[in-house]
Protein backbone atom coordinates (compact mmCIF):
# COMPACT_ATOMS: atom_id res chain seq x y z
CA UNK A 1 0.00 0.00 0.00
CA UNK A 2 2.63 2.43 0.84
CA UNK A 3 4.74 1.18 -2.71
CA UNK A 4 1.59 1.91 -4.42
CA UNK A 5 0.74 5.38 -2.98
CA UNK A 6 4.61 6.81 -3.47
CA UNK A 7 4.47 5.58 -6.68
CA UNK A 8 0.62 7.39 -7.37
CA UNK A 9 2.47 10.45 -5.93
CA UNK A 10 5.19 10.07 -8.66
CA UNK A 11 2.57 9.04 -11.19
CA UNK A 12 0.48 12.44 -10.41
CA UNK A 13 3.35 14.59 -10.33
CA UNK A 14 4.35 13.48 -14.20
CA UNK A 15 0.73 15.28 -14.83
CA UNK A 16 1.83 18.78 -14.30
CA UNK A 17 4.16 20.25 -16.79
CA UNK A 18 5.25 24.02 -16.56
CA UNK A 19 3.36 26.44 -19.31
CA UNK A 20 5.46 27.83 -21.61
CA UNK A 21 5.88 31.51 -20.92
CA UNK A 22 3.83 33.92 -23.77
CA UNK A 23 5.94 34.74 -26.12
CA UNK A 24 6.50 38.99 -26.30
CA UNK A 25 3.95 40.46 -27.82
CA UNK A 26 5.27 42.41 -31.20
CA UNK A 27 5.58 46.78 -31.42
CA UNK A 28 4.15 48.48 -34.02
CA UNK A 29 7.16 51.16 -35.05
CA UNK A 30 6.78 54.25 -36.69
CA UNK A 31 9.94 55.43 -37.99
CA UNK A 32 10.20 59.50 -38.16
CA UNK A 33 12.77 60.40 -40.51
CA UNK A 34 12.07 64.58 -39.12
CA UNK A 35 13.12 63.44 -34.98
CA UNK A 36 15.26 65.80 -34.04
CA UNK A 37 17.14 66.12 -30.94
CA UNK A 38 17.17 70.09 -30.44
CA UNK A 39 15.17 72.97 -31.83
CA UNK A 40 15.05 72.99 -35.60
CA UNK A 41 14.23 75.39 -38.95
CA UNK A 42 14.02 75.11 -42.23
CA UNK A 43 16.40 75.48 -44.93
CA UNK A 44 15.80 76.10 -48.22
CA UNK A 45 17.96 74.84 -51.22
CA UNK A 46 17.96 73.86 -55.16
CA UNK A 47 20.48 71.02 -55.83
CA UNK A 48 19.71 70.87 -59.33
CA UNK A 49 20.99 73.95 -62.24
CA UNK A 50 23.21 74.40 -64.15
CA UNK A 51 25.88 77.05 -65.07
CA UNK A 52 28.37 78.24 -67.82
CA UNK A 53 30.90 75.50 -66.71
CA UNK A 54 27.92 72.94 -68.13
CA UNK A 55 24.98 73.49 -70.25
CA UNK A 56 24.09 76.46 -68.67
CA UNK A 57 23.59 80.26 -69.72
CA UNK A 58 24.63 82.19 -66.53
CA UNK A 59 27.86 82.55 -64.53
CA UNK A 60 27.96 80.27 -61.12
CA UNK A 61 27.75 83.69 -59.43
CA UNK A 62 25.09 85.02 -61.23
CA UNK A 63 22.93 81.89 -60.28
CA UNK A 64 24.48 82.50 -56.04
CA UNK A 65 23.12 86.14 -56.44
CA UNK A 66 19.85 85.27 -57.62
CA UNK A 67 18.79 82.46 -55.61
CA UNK A 68 20.26 84.56 -52.71
CA UNK A 69 18.15 87.29 -53.46
CA UNK A 70 15.06 84.85 -53.40
CA UNK A 71 15.78 83.44 -49.90
CA UNK A 72 17.26 80.65 -50.30
CA UNK A 73 19.42 79.06 -47.83
CA UNK A 74 21.90 77.07 -49.95
CA UNK A 75 22.50 76.07 -53.24
CA UNK A 76 23.91 72.97 -55.29
CA UNK A 77 25.42 73.92 -58.62
CA UNK A 78 25.47 70.50 -60.98
CA UNK A 79 27.24 70.72 -64.39
CA UNK A 80 27.41 67.97 -66.35
CA UNK A 81 30.54 65.65 -65.10
CA UNK A 82 32.28 68.92 -64.02
CA UNK A 83 33.18 70.22 -60.58
CA UNK A 84 32.15 74.14 -60.03
CA UNK A 85 33.23 75.32 -56.87
CA UNK A 86 30.79 76.19 -54.21
CA UNK A 87 33.09 79.43 -53.71
CA UNK A 88 32.01 80.89 -57.28
CA UNK A 89 27.86 81.06 -55.82
CA UNK A 90 27.43 80.35 -52.34
CA UNK A 91 28.20 83.99 -50.47
CA UNK A 92 27.43 84.58 -46.33
CA UNK A 93 24.33 84.02 -45.48
CA UNK A 94 23.91 81.21 -48.41
CA UNK A 95 26.19 77.93 -48.09
CA UNK A 96 26.97 75.55 -50.84
CA UNK A 97 26.72 72.02 -51.06
CA UNK A 98 29.66 70.17 -53.48
CA UNK A 99 27.64 68.98 -56.15
CA UNK A 100 28.01 67.90 -59.56
CA UNK A 101 25.56 65.63 -62.39
CA UNK A 102 26.60 62.24 -63.19
CA UNK A 103 25.79 62.08 -66.78
CA UNK A 104 26.03 58.63 -68.55
CA UNK A 105 23.81 57.22 -71.86
CA UNK A 106 21.37 55.57 -69.67
CA UNK A 107 20.67 58.26 -66.72
CA UNK A 108 21.86 61.09 -65.05
CA UNK A 109 22.39 61.07 -61.43
CA UNK A 110 23.04 64.50 -59.31
CA UNK A 111 25.84 63.54 -56.96
CA UNK A 112 25.30 65.45 -53.76
CA UNK A 113 28.90 66.06 -51.50
CA UNK A 114 30.69 65.32 -54.62
CA UNK A 115 33.36 67.07 -56.81
CA UNK A 116 34.20 64.75 -59.29
CA UNK A 117 32.97 62.65 -61.68
CA UNK A 118 34.09 58.69 -62.56
CA UNK A 119 33.09 56.79 -65.99
CA UNK A 120 30.58 53.80 -65.37
CA UNK A 121 28.66 51.26 -67.64
CA UNK A 122 25.27 50.71 -66.24
CA UNK A 123 23.15 53.11 -63.51
CA UNK A 124 24.31 50.44 -60.79
CA UNK A 125 27.84 50.89 -61.15
CA UNK A 126 27.50 54.77 -61.15
CA UNK A 127 25.38 54.77 -57.73
CA UNK A 128 28.58 52.18 -56.30
CA UNK A 129 30.95 54.50 -56.90
CA UNK A 130 29.20 57.91 -56.13
CA UNK A 131 28.64 55.79 -52.38
CA UNK A 132 31.60 54.72 -51.93
CA UNK A 133 33.09 57.96 -52.51
CA UNK A 134 30.91 59.03 -49.56
CA UNK A 135 27.93 60.75 -52.05
CA UNK A 136 24.32 60.72 -52.17
CA UNK A 137 23.13 59.60 -55.70
CA UNK A 138 19.91 60.84 -56.71
CA UNK A 139 18.78 59.96 -59.93
CA UNK A 140 17.35 62.69 -62.04
CA UNK A 141 14.86 63.29 -64.81
CA UNK A 142 13.87 59.32 -64.38
CA UNK A 143 11.01 59.96 -66.86
CA UNK A 144 12.84 61.90 -69.52
CA UNK A 145 12.34 60.92 -73.03
CA UNK A 146 16.56 61.63 -73.57
CA UNK A 147 17.00 58.49 -70.93
CA UNK A 148 14.35 56.29 -71.66
CA UNK A 149 15.47 53.13 -69.70
CA UNK A 150 16.03 55.12 -66.34
CA UNK A 151 12.81 54.03 -64.63
CA UNK A 152 13.47 50.84 -65.55
CA UNK A 153 16.82 50.38 -64.27
CA UNK A 154 15.83 52.07 -61.44
CA UNK A 155 13.44 49.66 -60.47
CA UNK A 156 16.43 46.78 -59.79
CA UNK A 157 18.96 49.17 -58.55
CA UNK A 158 20.56 49.10 -55.22
CA UNK A 159 21.59 51.71 -52.74
CA UNK A 160 20.02 54.54 -54.67
CA UNK A 161 19.84 57.27 -52.13
CA UNK A 162 17.09 59.35 -53.55
CA UNK A 163 14.95 60.07 -56.58
CA UNK A 164 13.76 63.51 -58.74
CA UNK A 165 10.01 62.97 -58.39
CA UNK A 166 9.71 67.08 -59.77
CA UNK A 167 11.73 68.18 -62.50
CA UNK A 168 10.70 71.83 -63.24
CA UNK A 169 11.88 72.01 -66.78
CA UNK A 170 10.45 68.54 -68.00
CA UNK A 171 7.16 69.93 -66.14
CA UNK A 172 6.83 72.77 -68.10
CA UNK A 173 6.68 71.12 -71.43
CA UNK A 174 5.64 67.37 -70.39
CA UNK A 175 4.23 66.57 -67.04
CA UNK A 176 4.75 63.00 -67.88
CA UNK A 177 8.30 63.44 -68.03
CA UNK A 178 8.39 66.07 -65.15
CA UNK A 179 6.79 64.02 -62.28
CA UNK A 180 8.07 60.62 -60.94
CA UNK A 181 5.86 59.98 -57.27
CA UNK A 182 4.79 56.60 -59.34
CA UNK A 183 7.82 55.20 -59.51
CA UNK A 184 8.90 56.70 -56.10
CA UNK A 185 5.93 54.33 -55.10
CA UNK A 186 7.00 51.50 -56.92
CA UNK A 187 10.44 51.61 -55.41
CA UNK A 188 9.09 52.25 -51.70
CA UNK A 189 6.57 49.30 -52.13
CA UNK A 190 9.53 47.10 -52.83
CA UNK A 191 11.22 48.25 -49.56
CA UNK A 192 13.73 50.50 -50.94
CA UNK A 193 14.46 53.80 -48.69
CA UNK A 194 14.25 56.50 -51.50
CA UNK A 195 13.89 60.05 -50.67
CA UNK A 196 12.21 62.21 -52.80
CA UNK A 197 14.48 65.35 -54.70
CA UNK A 198 12.46 68.33 -56.52
CA UNK A 199 14.64 70.42 -58.54
CA UNK A 200 14.48 73.48 -61.44
CA UNK A 201 16.66 71.16 -63.79
CA UNK A 202 17.30 75.29 -64.35
CA UNK A 203 19.32 76.10 -67.54
CA UNK A 204 19.00 79.82 -67.83
CA UNK A 205 17.97 82.65 -65.05
CA UNK A 206 15.42 83.75 -68.20
CA UNK A 207 13.15 80.61 -67.42
CA UNK A 208 10.00 80.83 -66.45
CA UNK A 209 10.97 77.84 -64.28
CA UNK A 210 13.26 79.58 -61.88
CA UNK A 211 12.99 79.30 -58.08
CA UNK A 212 9.89 77.01 -58.81
CA UNK A 213 11.39 73.72 -57.25
CA UNK A 214 13.18 73.12 -54.11
CA UNK A 215 14.02 71.24 -50.94
CA UNK A 216 13.37 72.25 -47.27
CA UNK A 217 15.71 71.01 -44.91
CA UNK A 218 15.30 70.87 -41.62
CA UNK A 219 18.62 71.43 -39.08
CA UNK A 220 20.28 73.11 -36.30
CA UNK A 221 22.92 75.60 -37.89
CA UNK A 222 22.41 75.33 -41.70
CA UNK A 223 26.15 74.99 -42.28
CA UNK A 224 27.26 72.20 -44.53
CA UNK A 225 27.70 69.49 -42.27
CA UNK A 226 24.53 70.35 -40.61
CA UNK A 227 22.72 70.47 -43.48
CA UNK A 228 24.54 66.62 -45.35
CA UNK A 229 23.51 65.46 -42.31
CA UNK A 230 19.32 66.07 -41.84
CA UNK A 231 19.62 65.24 -46.15
CA UNK A 232 21.63 61.54 -45.10
CA UNK A 233 17.88 61.34 -42.05
CA UNK A 234 15.82 62.00 -44.84
CA UNK A 235 15.22 65.01 -42.86
CA UNK A 236 13.61 66.93 -45.85
CA UNK A 237 11.10 67.74 -48.05
CA UNK A 238 10.34 68.53 -51.69
CA UNK A 239 8.49 70.65 -52.82
CA UNK A 240 6.99 72.72 -56.10
CA UNK A 241 5.41 75.66 -53.86
CA UNK A 242 3.68 74.14 -51.20
CA UNK A 243 4.94 73.80 -47.68
CA UNK A 244 4.71 72.18 -44.27
CA UNK A 245 5.39 73.25 -40.64
CA UNK A 246 6.25 70.30 -38.86
CA UNK A 247 5.96 66.28 -38.21
CA UNK A 248 5.96 64.45 -35.22
CA UNK A 249 5.18 60.91 -34.45
CA UNK A 250 3.46 59.93 -31.31
CA UNK A 251 3.14 56.12 -30.94
CA UNK A 252 1.20 55.27 -34.05
CA UNK A 253 0.05 58.81 -34.53
CA UNK A 254 1.78 60.79 -37.29
CA UNK A 255 1.19 64.45 -36.90
CA UNK A 256 1.31 66.93 -39.40
CA UNK A 257 1.49 70.86 -39.25
CA UNK A 258 0.80 72.32 -42.23
CA UNK A 259 -0.87 76.08 -43.95
CA UNK A 260 -4.71 75.92 -43.93
CA UNK A 261 -5.52 76.39 -47.16
CA UNK A 262 -3.65 73.29 -48.63
CA UNK A 263 -5.00 69.62 -48.59
CA UNK A 264 -3.27 67.11 -46.81
CA UNK A 265 -3.03 63.45 -48.47
CA UNK A 266 -1.63 60.60 -46.41
CA UNK A 267 -0.07 58.33 -49.20
CA UNK A 268 0.55 54.09 -48.44
CA UNK A 269 2.02 51.76 -50.12
CA UNK A 270 2.08 51.15 -53.94
CA UNK A 271 0.32 54.99 -54.13
CA UNK A 272 -2.99 53.92 -52.16
CA UNK A 273 -4.66 56.94 -50.96
CA UNK A 274 -5.21 56.48 -46.92
CA UNK A 275 -6.78 59.26 -46.23
CA UNK A 276 -7.09 63.61 -47.07
CA UNK A 277 -8.15 66.34 -45.24
CA UNK A 278 -8.03 70.04 -45.28
CA UNK A 279 -4.12 71.60 -43.67
CA UNK A 280 -4.14 72.89 -40.38
CA UNK A 281 -2.96 70.32 -37.60
CA UNK A 282 -3.81 66.72 -39.05
CA UNK A 283 -2.98 63.41 -37.42
CA UNK A 284 -2.96 59.99 -38.88
CA UNK A 285 -3.24 56.98 -36.86
CA UNK A 286 -1.31 53.79 -38.38
CA UNK A 287 -3.01 50.39 -38.48
CA UNK A 288 0.04 48.29 -39.29
CA UNK A 289 -1.16 47.16 -42.61
CA UNK A 290 0.56 50.58 -44.96
CA UNK A 291 4.02 49.44 -45.40
CA UNK A 292 4.78 53.28 -45.38
CA UNK A 293 2.95 56.53 -45.34
CA UNK A 294 4.06 59.41 -46.78
CA UNK A 295 2.04 63.00 -46.88
CA UNK A 296 1.43 65.11 -50.00
CA UNK A 297 0.33 68.97 -49.73
CA UNK A 298 -1.43 70.16 -52.33
CA UNK A 299 -2.40 73.63 -52.88
CA UNK A 300 -5.83 75.20 -55.23
CA UNK A 301 -2.85 76.51 -57.31
CA UNK A 302 -1.53 72.73 -58.13
CA UNK A 303 1.77 73.76 -56.02
CA UNK A 304 2.45 70.51 -53.97
CA UNK A 305 4.85 69.40 -51.34
CA UNK A 306 5.91 65.79 -50.63
CA UNK A 307 7.14 64.44 -47.04
CA UNK A 308 9.50 61.50 -46.80
CA UNK A 309 8.15 58.13 -46.31
CA UNK A 310 7.36 57.00 -42.54
CA UNK A 311 8.50 53.66 -42.54
CA UNK A 312 6.26 50.95 -40.37
CA UNK A 313 7.83 48.02 -38.61
CA UNK A 314 7.00 45.68 -36.15
CA UNK A 315 9.47 44.61 -33.07
Request: hydrophobic fraction near 45%.
Amino acid sequence: MIASGLLGLVTGRTMFTARPAPAPSRQLVVLNPYAMSSAASWFKGDIHLASVRGVGKDLPRSLGDYFRQHGYDFLAVTDVNTYTWVEEYAHRPMVGLAAIQASYPFANLLALNMDHWLPASNLQAAVDWIQKDSGLAVLAAPNSLERPDAARAALAVKNLFGLEIYDARLRSLDPAQGEATALWDSLLARGRHVYAFAGDDLLSLTDTTAGSAWISVLGTTGDVPDLLASIRQGAFYASSGASFSSFAVDGRNIRVDAPSTLTLRFIGSGGRLLAASTGGQRTYTVKGDEGYVRIEAVADSGARAWSQPFFIGWH
